[in-house]
C-alpha cells in the first residue's frame, strides 16, 4: 500500500538495545519502553540477555516553522522510585485527559512472578501519585 507517512530513526532515543512501545504524553513527552543500559535493575533478564526493561520519557520540541524537524531531549528513567521496579516494567499507555496511566509489570516487585499485571495510576505533571492494586492478571 502506498503511504504518506514518513518513518525515521530518532537519534538519540534510538538504541543498539530494544526501544518500543512509544506513548506521546500531551504535547510534548514521548514515554517508551526500554532494556537499554543503565536501567534500574542492573541485572540480565534471561529471554534476552539484555537488562529488564524500564520505562523512559523523553521532552521533545517541534520546529512550528518545519512541523516534521523534531528535537528530543536525552531520555529519563520516569520515577524509578515508584514506577520502574528490578523487574520488567512498561509499557505504558494514558487516558484521554492524561491523568490516568495504565502501566504493565512483568515478574511481579519480588522477581518472584511469572505473569504480567496491569496497573492503574494517577499522575501530577510526570510524577505518579499513586499505583493502585491489579486491576487485571492474564
Request: hydrophobic share 30%.
Amino acid at each position: 500500500f502506498p503511504s504518506h507517512d514518513m518513518v525515521v530513526n530518532i537519534r538519540g532515543i534510538n538504541t543498539k538495545w530494544e526501544d518500543f512501545a512509544p506513548q506521546q504524553y500531551k504535547k510534548d513527552q514521548l514515554f517508551f519502553t526500554s532494556d537499554r543500559e543503565k536501567g534500574v535493575s542492573g541485572t540480565q533478564y534471561g529471554w534476552t540477555g539484555n537488562g529488564h526493561t524500564d520505562v523512559y520519557v523523553s521532552t521533545f520540541k517541534v520546529n512550528k516553522k518545519n512541523p516534521n524537524d523534531i528535537s528530543y531531549g536525552l531520555p529519563a528513567l520516569l520515577d524509578k522510585d515508584k514506577v520502574n521496579t528490578k523487574y520488567n516494567d512498561g509499557v505504558v499507555c494514558f487516558d484521554s485527559k492524561f491523568t490516568t496511566m495504565y502501566l504493565t509489570q512483568c515478574n511481579s516487585v519480588d522477581g518472584k512472578g511469572n505473569r504480567c499485571r496491569l496497573y492503574v495510576s494517577k499522575l501530577n505533571g510526570l510524577h505518579l501519585v499513586y499505583i493502585l492494586q491489579t486491576f487485571f492478571i492474564f
